[in-house]
Each structure stands twice: as C-alpha cells, then as structure tokens.
C-alpha cells in the first residue's frame, strides 16, 4: 500500500528525538485500469427481488436497492475521474511518520492568523480523512483575505487516516482504540510539537477521542464530538431512568431504535467475522460499493447533496475508491473486532476538566440525550442541527464548523 505513496524525508529540525516526518503525494493511478475494468465486468441482476422490492419501504430496510446500486455503478463508469481526484487531495498538505512501529497517515494545515488553536479531526467506519476535508478552509481561515483579529477563531488542523484506514498501517493484534489514542497524543505532541490541542471526533473517531479527552488531561484541553461513545438506551431505558425527550429528540430516539432492530448486522458481521466479508470484497468494488454505499445513504439526511450537504453521489464514490484504490476494506473492518466491548462498557466520568462540547445532527442513527452526557464530562455546549446525520462534516459542515469555533470561548491554554 506505502508503494502508492511518493515520498520525501524532511528532518524535524531541532528536535533530533522526534520521529521523521514525510511528506507525500497520493499516486494510486496505477491500480485505476484494474479497478475500472472489475467496476465494468461486475455482473448486476436483470431486475430487483420481489420480496426486496415489498420490503423497500418497511422500518427493516432490506439494504441498499438495485436500482440506486445499478446508477452509483454507471456514475463510477461514465462521470467519475479518479485522477481529477488526486490532482484536487494533492493540494492538501500530506505526511506520514511512524509511531510505535505504525505508518500514520495524516494532512497538518496550519493557519495564518494569530493565536490558532491546534485541532485533531477523528473519523470512523465507513468514514475516511475525506469526511473532515469540507471544514479545513473555514477552520484555518484560508477563505479569508486578512489576517485574523484576536476575536476570530483559528484553528491549525490536524486530519489523520485512523491505522488501518486509507493510508496509515494494518494494525497488529490486540490493537485497541486506546492504542490509537496514544498514538494520536504522540503525532500532536511529540510530532507536531503541540503543547494542547483540541479534539474533534465522529463514529469511531468519538470512541478515541474519548480516550484522548479522558488519558491526557494535561495535553487534551477541549473535546467536541457528533457521536457520544457509549450504546444508546431504548426507550423504556430513558422512562425508567426519567429521562424525557423534546420532540426533535424522540426522532433521533426512534431512528437509533429502528437501525438497531434492522441496521446493525454490518457491525455484527464485522465484529465477530470480519476476515469473511473482508476477503469477499477485497477485490470487489462494486461490493465494496454496496456494503458502504447502503451506510452513507441511510445514515444521513434525506436530502443529503443539497443545502449545506457535499454528501452527494459522487462523494460517496470517492470515498469508496480510496477504499479500494488503497486496499483498506478489510484492515479498516477489523476496528470492530479488536474492539468489541467498546459499545457494551458504561462510561464513568471523565477525569478531566477540560471542556465537551456535542453536536447532535437529527438524521444520525446513533443517539444519546444531553441528560446522559452531562454527568460524564464538563459540558459546555450541546446543539441540535435539524440538517445532517453521522457524517457531519460532509452533511451539515457550517454547522459543524460552528459547534468548532464555540471551543475559542473555553480555550485558555
């Protein structure tokens, strides 16, 4: 996989300790004929199930139709340019360096302006860094022509591909999100010579930003989450524990009810079996398509790609393409099996005083109310978006950009 990657050493001056840093170019044009030619020789059914198509519209959705797979599939054939692609991600400032024996893949892009607040951006499955690409302009002001006044918000942005994912390293056994986080801490501090830094995490990216906001108190000086790390309670959980919800919240309620009963066997799956579905679709873009394809569009608002949203068709191609360009599906799957009681262990109280700060986007599938975060953590900021779902930073980025920029009123280190 390091093959697709061109690199160039840059010693970190000064700071002999360190680990080297690396900068590189994404080149995975060499593995695009093959990848085209399979998306091509894939074979599709003639026509949908009859039993599917009863089933569309049932709360148990029976995944991802025929007829939306058949147009992704001609969208990747006919409109969609990898190479226009990497030229666009080219633009972006990449590097990797190796912690604890791991190749982490990571994009640093600095602010210009003054007093800039050092962020980490943490994505999940079937996420990638591409979710948090839509909010790096507005974080670090590039979209502004001056330079920043002491009350604007800047923030120097750090994006990394989780181990396992996209470019960073398979992880070895016993690989655990703790050990991400640890890994994490070391890029910011020991790497990047950050002192502080804030936290930004989604999917998994919630679970180790938890760990980093709960282990490094002293580095760790303020978290913000779209996804809170711990299993949402059922119905007659919240009444039992008087727990009463708005009616935006008994929304969100019902879809994380409805997604657990009908639109949980994928993490099934990949907890218990994920060298199965892994070398099943390890050549397989369309596959690959399908398994992730059914998550973006269920997962996120109706009218994703409209409005505020960049979550639209051609964005769900690409992420699958660096799926599958990079060889990453089946590492990337195991995050679920090394880490499998991650959903079932009740959060204790953070030992930390730094501040939290959640997003709730209504369309997201996994949720929990403010009366459950409240008690585990300093919360400062909680905001319900009525736009966007589990992939905030491409459903919904102005209003993640906004819960970001709340993190300056609480920053004093």
């Not at 519209?57 to 969609?80: E, P, Y």
Request: proline letters at 7%; a negative charge; glycine letters at 6%.
């Amino acid at each position: 996989m390091l093959s697709a990657l061109v690199f160039l050493s840059i010693e970190v001056l000064g700071e002999a300790a360190r680990p080297k840093i690396s900068c590189f170019k994404i080149d995975l044009s060499h593995r695009v004929p093959h990848m085209v030619d399979m998306i091509k020789r894939t074979e599709l059914p003639s026509s949908e199930l009859e039993i599917a198509i009863n089933s569309r519209n049932d709360s148990t959705n029976t995944g991802i139709s025929l007829s939306k797979l058949g147009s992704l599939r001609s969208q990747w054939l006919h409109d969609f340019d990898w190479e226009k692609e990497q030229l666009e991600l080219n633009q972006l400032k990449h590097f990797t360096t190796t912690i604890d024996g791991q190749t982490i893949h990571f994009i640093h892009e600095v602010s210009q302006a003054r007093n800039s607040i050092p962020i980490i951006l943490l994505h999940g499955w079937p996420g990638s860094f591409l979710e948090m690409l839509p909010v790096i302009n507005n974080l670090t002001l590039k979209n502004y022509s001056h330079m920043a006044s002491p009350d604007e918000v800047s923030f120097d942005v750090v994006i990394p591909s989780l181990p396992g994912f996209g470019f960073s390293s398979p992880t070895p056994k016993n690989w655990t999100i703790d050990d991400t986080a640890r890994v994490f801490n070391t890029l910011m501090q020991e790497v990047l010579g950050y002192d502080t830094y804030a936290v930004h995490g989604s999917d998994w990216g919630a679970f180790i930003g938890w760990s980093l906001y709960n282990s490094y108190p002293k580095s760790v000086r303020a978290t913000h989450m779209a996804l809170f790390p711990e299993l949402p309670l059922q119905p007659e959980q919240l009444e039992a524990d008087n727990i009463t919800l708005s009616k935006e919240d008994t929304f969100s309620e019902q879809l994380w009810v409805d997604n657990s009963v009908g639109g949980s066997a994928y993490a099934v799956q990949q907890r218990t079996k994920p060298n199965t579905i892994g070398l099943a679709l390890y050549d397989n873009p369309v596959g690959q398509l399908a398994w992730i394809s059914e998550k973006y569009i269920s997962w996120s608002n109706p009218r994703r790609g409209t409005g505020p949203s960049v979550l639209n068709d051609h964005e769900i191609l690409r992420v699958v393409s660096l799926y599958y360009l990079t060889q990453s599906f089946t590492s990337a799957a195991y995050i679920y099996n090394q880490n499998p009681s991650s959903f079932a262990v009740p959060l204790s109280k953070a030992k930390t005083d730094a501040p939290f700060l959640f997003s709730n986007f209504k369309y997201d599938t996994f949720f929990i109310p403010e009366q459950i975060i409240r008690p585990l953590t300093n919360p400062v900021y909680y905001r319900s978006w009525d736009f966007g779902g589990h992939f905030g930073g491409l459903d919904n980025p102005p209003a993640l950009v906004q819960g970001l920029r709340e993190i300056k009123k609480y920053w004093h280190y």
